[in-house]
Structures are given as structure tokens and as C-alpha cells.
């Protein structure tokens, strides 16, 4: 009898599915992609095909040029070779997926990085019954848990509020974060305009396209440093303290990130305003969504793959660590 899951071959490269002769997020160009979703480290360009949905594919060609892509809607499933694939929502950036595989009787869910909280800026992480999750583990330690996300916009809002004579600049990814994090303002009712980095200029304007009403954006980049007191300024994180941001009006420097849990991290980007929202599941939501789904096995793509592996030991739940290259700390 074959075991579990026989069927997908991982490779340090990415997942490969010889019976549908495609590969999962790879790593390096293949002639079929499938692709969790837009962030560089799981969508590469120079892949003969790819198979996404329709964001992905936008934020793929915005960043890589046009890609010879096949949009896979949500709930649609499509049949390659001898399997039977479908793509559900993540709930981590705009148009981002797990990847559902069915064939010899046995499913397989593919999760790409993904959250367990809402986002106004994509649809929710859809829980998928299945026989293996393969999962991602960036925040699979204890110690990251990440706090209420409206909790930490309040800080930065009081912030904003307590210094009129100075900007904040927040530093935020600039796929899925910077979008986020203009989207909790607003619904917190900071309607007055937010100033961008050019880097964020493109995908702003994508997440429009796809009806994500972020209110008025205005370049940050020309003005007097008056003309920016009492106001927020979002930045991709590489410009927190560069040449750029030296002439903003006395900023106070904030970050959006799963990674401001640690304080060390904190100082060294000389983080005056640590802000701890995260587009990944911390150590709670990935623990719960395994006992949620009740899979026979966890397969772990990268992150904290030890402790996420050890818990499900513990469990009596078969794991193993995959081991995946290419996959970053991004600044999440």
C-alpha cells in the first residue's frame, strides 16, 4: 500500500506533482507553476506557465511583466493530468490562495503563507478538510503572538495625534502590508490624505483596480517637511533610514511587522514605534488551525519548521519539516 501523500515529491526547489507535472511555488523557473500568491519569495518570474488567480497574476505581471498565465478563480477546479486542483482563499495579501490537490482518493492542502485574522484587503483563510496540510511556520514559535491589530493602529493613531509638529513614518511591505495598514486607518476613520513612497505607487494602484478603496494617496516624495507635519508617511521598511526619509519633518518611525514582537529586531531598525501586525498566522492560529482540520499529516514548508513539528508529535499527529529553500523572513 502506498504511503500518505506518495503522490508529491517535495524538492528543496519547491513541491513537485508528477501527476499533474506541475510545481508548487517553485523557486526556480519550471515550465508549469502553481502560485500561492504575489510575494517574490513564492512568485517567480521565467516560468513557462502559470497558474494563479486572477491577482496573483496581476501583481505577477506588475512586478515581472506579462506572465503566460491561466487565472483559476476561487472554488474553480481545474484538471491537470490525473489530479483535480482548486484554489481557496489564504487570507494573507490580495489574491492569495492555498492550493486544494485531489487524486487517488487522498487531498492535499497546499497553504502558501496565510492568517487567521480579517483583512480588509482580501477574502478570509477558508479551513479545508484534508488528509495533509502543508504549512508554513514563520511565526511557529510560542512566543509570537501576535496582539488585537486595531489595539496597535489606536498607538499609532495616538501617536499621530500626541506629536501635531511631526510626521509618522511606517514602514510596511509594500504587497499586501502598506495596503493593509492604509485600510485599518480608514476604518478607524483616519480619512485625511496619506503620503507614499513611490515604491508603493504601483501596487496602491493594482489593489484599486480589484476595488480596494484606499482613500487618497499622495506622494510623499517633493514636499516641504511642513507640508507633511501631523501626517502619516508609508514607506517600503528599506527606506526607514535611508537618505529618503532625512527629510521629513522630525519623524517617528514605526513598523508594521510580525517581527516587532522582538524588541532586539526593534532597536536595530531603530524602531521608535514597534507595531505588531502580521500577515502570517502566529504560533495560536497555526496550532489551532491544525486541530481545526484535523489532517493525518503536517508537512512544514519553512519558518519555524522544530517547535510546529514537535507540537504535532505531541499530538500523535504525523509531521514532518520539508526543509523548502528560497522562502524569506520577508518584512512581513
Given at each position: 500500500m502506498a504511503r500518505l501523500g506518495s503522490w508529491i515529491e517535495p524538492h528543496p526547489e519547491g513541491i513537485y506533482?508528477?501527476?499533474?507535472?506541475?510545481?508548487?511555488?517553485?523557486?526556480?523557473?519550471?515550465?508549469?507553476?502553481?502560485?500561492?500568491?504575489?510575494h517574490a519569495d513564492h512568485a517567480?518570474?521565467?516560468?513557462?506557465?502559470?497558474?494563479?488567480?486572477?491577482?496573483?497574476?496581476?501583481?505577477?505581471?506588475?512586478?515581472?511583466?506579462?506572465?503566460?498565465?491561466?487565472?483559476?478563480?476561487?472554488?474553480?477546479?481545474?484538471?491537470l493530468g490525473e489530479v483535480e486542483v482548486s484554489f481557496v482563499p489564504a487570507g494573507h495579501?490580495?489574491?492569495?490562495?492555498?492550493?486544494?490537490?485531489?487524486?487517488?482518493?487522498?487531498?492535499?492542502?497546499?497553504?502558501?503563507?496565510?492568517?487567521?485574522?480579517?483583512?480588509p484587503t482580501c477574502l478570509p483563510f477558508e479551513p479545508v478538510p484534508c488528509d495533509i496540510f502543508v504549512t508554513e511556520a514563520t511565526f511557529g514559535l510560542p512566543?509570537?503572538?501576535?496582539?488585537?491589530?486595531?489595539?496597535?493602529?489606536?498607538?499609532?493613531?495616538?501617536?499621530?495625534h500626541a506629536n501635531p509638529d511631526r510626521c509618522v513614518l511606517v514602514g510596511a511591505y509594500a504587497l499586501g502590508k502598506a495596503q493593509r495598514v492604509i485600510m485599518e486607518l480608514r476604518g478607524r476613520g483616519h480619512d485625511a490624505p496619506i503620503y507614499i513612497h513611490g515604491a508603493l505607487?504601483?501596487?496602491?494602484?493594482?489593489?484599486r483596480e480589484f476595488g480596494v478603496e484606499l482613500?487618497?494617496?499622495?506622494?510623499?516624495?517633493?514636499?516641504?517637511?511642513?507640508?507633511?507635519?501631523?501626517?502619516?508617511?508609508?514607506?517600503?521598511?528599506?527606506?526607514?533610514?535611508?537618505?529618503?526619509?532625512?527629510?521629513l519633518p522630525d519623524p517617528i518611525t514605526a513598523m508594521a511587522s510580525g517581527w516587532m514582537r522582538i524588541r532586539q529586531r526593534a532597536r536595530q531598525k531603530n524602531v521608535e514605534l514597534p507595531l505588531v501586525i502580521s500577515d502570517h498566522a502566529d504560533w495560536d492560529e497555526l496550532t489551532?488551525?491544525?486541530?481545526?482540520?484535523?489532517?493525518?499529516?503536517?508537512?512544514?514548508?519553512?519558518?519555524?519548521?522544530d517547535a510546529l513539528v514537535h507540537w504535532c508529535m505531541t499530538r500523535q499527529i504525523k509531521a514532518?519539516?520539508?526543509?523548502l529553500v528560497g522562502y524569506e523572513d520577508e518584512d512581513d
Amino acid at each position: 500500500m502506498a504511503r500518505l501523500g506518495s503522490w508529491i515529491e517535495p524538492h528543496p526547489e519547491g513541491i513537485y506533482v508528477p501527476a499533474a507535472d506541475a510545481w508548487i511555488d517553485p523557486s526556480q523557473p519550471k515550465p508549469r507553476a502553481l502560485v500561492t500568491h504575489g510575494h517574490a519569495d513564492h512568485a517567480r518570474g521565467g516560468h513557462g506557465a502559470v497558474l494563479a488567480t486572477t491577482e496573483t497574476l496581476a501583481i505577477m505581471d506588475c512586478r515581472y511583466g506579462a506572465q503566460t498565465g491561466q487565472p483559476v478563480a476561487y472554488g474553480e477546479s481545474i484538471r491537470l493530468g490525473e489530479v483535480e486542483v482548486s484554489f481557496v482563499p489564504a487570507g494573507h495579501v490580495l489574491g492569495s490562495a492555498q492550493i486544494v490537490l485531489e487524486h487517488r482518493g487522498e487531498r492535499i492542502v497546499v497553504s502558501g503563507d496565510y492568517k487567521r485574522r480579517p483583512d480588509p484587503t482580501c477574502l478570509p483563510f477558508e479551513p479545508v478538510p484534508c488528509d495533509i496540510f502543508v504549512t508554513e511556520a514563520t511565526f511557529g514559535l510560542p512566543v509570537f503572538r501576535h496582539p488585537d491589530t486595531g489595539a496597535e493602529m489606536d498607538r499609532l493613531l495616538e501617536a499621530l495625534h500626541a506629536n501635531p509638529d511631526r510626521c509618522v513614518l511606517v514602514g510596511a511591505y509594500a504587497l499586501g502590508k502598506a495596503q493593509r495598514v492604509i485600510m485599518e486607518l480608514r476604518g478607524r476613520g483616519h480619512d485625511a490624505p496619506i503620503y507614499i513612497h513611490g515604491a508603493l505607487q504601483r501596487l496602491c494602484d493594482l489593489y484599486r483596480e480589484f476595488g480596494v478603496e484606499l482613500g487618497t494617496l499622495l506622494p510623499a516624495t517633493g514636499l516641504k517637511a511642513a507640508e507633511l507635519k501631523g501626517s502619516i508617511v508609508i514607506a517600503p521598511p528599506s527606506a526607514l533610514n535611508d537618505r529618503w526619509s532625512r527629510r521629513l519633518p522630525d519623524p517617528i518611525t514605526a513598523m508594521a511587522s510580525g517581527w516587532m514582537r522582538i524588541r532586539q529586531r526593534a532597536r536595530q531598525k531603530n524602531v521608535e514605534l514597534p507595531l505588531v501586525i502580521s500577515d502570517h498566522a502566529d504560533w495560536d492560529e497555526l496550532t489551532a488551525t491544525l486541530i481545526e482540520l484535523a489532517p493525518s499529516e503536517v508537512w512544514v514548508t519553512h519558518g519555524r519548521e522544530d517547535a510546529l513539528v514537535h507540537w504535532c508529535m505531541t499530538r500523535q499527529i504525523k509531521a514532518r519539516a520539508l526543509d523548502l529553500v528560497g522562502y524569506e523572513d520577508e518584512d512581513d
